[in-house]
């Protein structure tokens, strides 16, 4: 299970590129997968995403590539632009504890954006990407929960 672990380069909260797709994915929830036949056991690593868009969808790890940590996306979203700060987040190892509350506050502060850009501009993209970031703070506080336990 160990190895299995080691192959997660991704945390929930943080975004991703999927392989044959345009939109950037949010990382809802990240499920590994035993699997064992009488002639082979092996693992898969399947991750729930939401898109910035609000669009859900599923990858698995193979076909994701993080495009920055979760405490970074409100800036990389805003910007377009790869900071020395977001590459150097990106090549450590992602911890999960310790980041839930940066993530629950970044997520917050996307939410809040939105909504205002959606109250400003009528654009629906702000109330999905609204509603998006809503259904990450759920999503980290359930699974927070489950692990306390």
Known sequence: MGGVLNEIHVAVGDLIRVEGYET?????IINTHNIETSDAKWSEIELDLTGVNGEYNFSYIEDVELVCRAKYSSEYLRTGTLTT????ANKAAPSTREQ???????????????QKLYKSTGLSEFQAQEKAAYDLIKNLIEMSEGNGK
Do not use: H, K, P, R
């Open 24 to 28: 950037l994915y949010y990382i809802d």
């Open 85 to 88: 700060a977001m590459l150097n």
């Open 100 to 114: 839930q509350v940066n993530n629950i506050d970044e997520l917050l502060d996307i939410a809040l954006s939105a």
